[in-house]
């Protein structure tokens, strides 16, 4: 008879032995003889047999305790090894934002994550990431598409609901969502404020020859921030650019520019919860103070520290702001309060599509449950 065999058999044999000794036990208390033989003695005898039943009835669901147990780590982990990979299909890519697929663990330290973007090959994706921007006409194929029980589809986008396309009929189409709101199931920031690491250099203000500045790209009469930059450059002067004001400005030239500024226009094309973008973190790291329209500033002080900006609400007009600008221009001790913050942290900017991909990894790894986004549209837009 093998070892294997020799367990199977076992098994029932301590049972029965279990079971006698109980019986045993019950015996010998209801006639009440000398029982100081017994391993437990000076114990009421109650408690004798209870813990010796106790053991036969442990004994007795060892197997299927087992069974259990394993089927557990098997649903916790998604099955065979808790470090499994985890394949990432990649939809459609962002206009302009394509990134090394092998750059999770060395940028992010996230491990495990192989992306791919051949949609034949579906079936082995654990989740399918889709930037919702870039959906357009094709809702009626993905509704179409047969999937994985298992698999998840990831609702993905960094635009307000403002310039966000609904999907109509798309409601329990997605399972997660990734998004730069609180509320999201991955939350994924435009930037943060970090602390400061040992190989960070002090910080210095930069050198400034003007006092306004603003970038802008989309520009609409219909906009908020349109209406009041027209009202504000009537009091102040603001050396603006971008297409609009036919001077375009590249990457190199955004950093340069914006350092030079004492004061950036950090004006959001639309406001919404928790929208608070580049324009806002980028000034912060450049060593500009950020002037911010967008959600109230209760809002902003979520993310960034209170000393460290200027929002357009504090004021009863543009007149006003652009009084107060002109006072701190002139006041270089009340300028330099609001770079206190950078004794402590840094101000970083996020490259959004990436950390997206990488998060969605990150997060089945550790959430292998059923879930589903049964209403976007009510979430989203409200």
Same mark, same amino acid.
């Given at each position: 008879?093998?070892?294997?065999?020799?367990? !199977?058999?076992?098994?029932?044999?301590?049972?029965?032995?279990?079971?006698?000794?109980?019986?045993?036990?019950?015996?010998?208390?209801?006639?009440?003889?000398?029982?100081?033989?017994?391993?437990?003695?000076?114990?009421?005898?109650?408690?004798?047999?209870?813990?010796?039943?106790?053991?036969?009835?442990?004994?007795?669901? &060892?197997?299927?305790?087992?069974?259990?147990?394993? !089927?557990?780590?098997?649903?916790?982990?998604?099955?065979?090894? #808790?470090?499994?990979?985890?394949?990432?299909?990649?939809?459609?890519?962002?206009?302009?934002?394509?990134?090394?697929?092998?750059?999770?663990? @060395?940028?992010?330290?996230? %491990?495990?994550?192989?992306?791919?973007?051949? !949609?034949?090959?579906?079936?082995?994706? #654990?989740?399918?990431?889709?930037?919702?921007?870039?959906?357009?006409?094709?809702?009626? +194929?993905?509704?179409?598409?047969?999937? @994985?029980? /298992?698999?998840?589809?990831?609702?993905?986008?960094?635009?307000?609901?403002?310039?966000? $396309?609904?999907?109509?009929?798309?409601?329990?189409?997605?399972?997660?969502?990734?998004?730069?709101?609180?509320?999201?199931?991955?939350?994924?920031?435009?930037?943060?404020?970090?602390?400061?690491?040992?190989?960070?250099? @002090?910080?210095?203000?930069?050198?400034?020859?003007?006092?306004? &500045?603003?970038?802008?790209? #989309?520009?609409?009469?219909?906009? %908020?921030?349109?209406?009041?930059?027209?009202?504000?450059?009537?009091?102040?002067?603001?050396?603006?650019?971008?297409? #609009?004001?036919?001077?375009?400005?590249?990457?190199?030239?955004?950093?340069?520019?914006?350092?030079?500024?004492?004061?950036?226009?950090?004006?959001? +094309?639309?406001?919404?919860?928790?929208?608070?973008?580049?324009?806002?973190?980028? $000034?912060?790291?450049?060593?500009?103070?950020?002037?911010?329209?967008?959600?109230?500033?209760?809002?902003?002080?979520?993310?960034? $520290?209170?000393?460290?900006?200027?929002?357009?609400?504090?004021?009863?007009?543009? /007149? *006003?702001?652009? *009084?107060?600008?002109?006072?701190?221009?002139? +006041?270089?001790?009340?300028? *330099?309060?609001?770079?206190?913050? !950078?004794?402590?942290?840094?101000?970083?900017?996020?490259?959004?599509?990436?950390?997206?991909?990488?998060?969605?990894?990150?997060?089945?790894?550790?959430?292998?449950?059923?879930?589903?986004?049964?209403?976007?549209?009510?979430?989203?837009?409200?």
């Amino acid at each position: 008879m093998t070892s294997k065999a020799s367990s !199977r058999h076992f098994c029932p044999l301590v049972i029965a032995g279990g079971l006698l000794i109980c019986f045993t036990m019950i015996f010998f208390v209801y006639n009440n003889p000398t029982m100081n033989w017994l391993p437990c003695a000076g114990k009421p005898q109650f408690n004798v047999c209870t813990e010796t039943c106790l053991s036969a009835q442990i004994i007795t669901n &060892c197997s299927e305790n087992k069974q259990e147990m394993t !089927r557990s780590v098997k649903i916790a982990g998604g099955g065979n090894d #808790h470090a499994s990979e985890i394949t990432i299909l990649i939809w459609y890519w962002p206009p302009r934002r394509q990134f090394n697929l092998d750059s999770c663990e @060395p940028v992010y330290g996230i %491990k495990g994550c192989h992306f791919i973007v051949d !949609r034949a090959q579906i079936d082995k994706a #654990h989740a399918i990431v889709f930037y919702i921007q870039e959906i357009k006409g094709d809702l009626q +194929n993905l509704l179409n598409i047969s999937r @994985p029980p /298992r698999q998840k589809w990831v609702w993905t986008n960094m635009e307000s609901p403002t310039n966000t $396309p609904q999907l109509k009929g798309a409601e329990v189409l997605f399972n997660l969502t990734s998004n730069y709101r609180t509320d999201a199931d991955i939350w994924i920031p435009y930037g943060r404020i970090v602390e400061i690491s040992e190989t960070d250099e @002090p910080f210095q203000i930069p050198l400034k020859d003007k006092l306004v &500045c603003w970038i802008v790209s #989309h520009w609409n009469i219909k906009l %908020k921030r349109v209406q009041y930059f027209n009202e504000l450059s009537k009091h102040i002067k603001v050396d603006a650019y971008g297409r #609009h004001f036919e001077q375009r400005i590249d990457n190199e030239d955004y950093n340069k520019v914006v350092s030079s500024c004492k004061f950036y226009l950090s004006f959001e +094309n639309s406001i919404h919860k928790d929208y608070i973008t580049e324009k806002v973190f980028n $000034p912060m790291r450049l060593g500009t103070v950020p002037v911010v329209l967008g959600p109230p500033r209760e809002n902003y002080e979520e993310f960034i $520290p209170r000393d460290s900006f200027i929002h357009v609400d504090d004021f009863q007009s543009p /007149r *006003e702001l652009a *009084e107060h600008l002109k006072a701190l221009d002139q +006041n270089q001790e009340m300028y *330099e309060r609001f770079f206190s913050w !950078r004794k402590d942290y840094v101000s970083t900017h996020n490259e959004v599509s990436r950390l997206h991909a990488c998060k969605v990894c990150e997060h089945i790894q550790n959430h292998r449950g059923f879930k589903i986004v049964k209403n976007i549209t009510k979430w989203y837009w409200g």
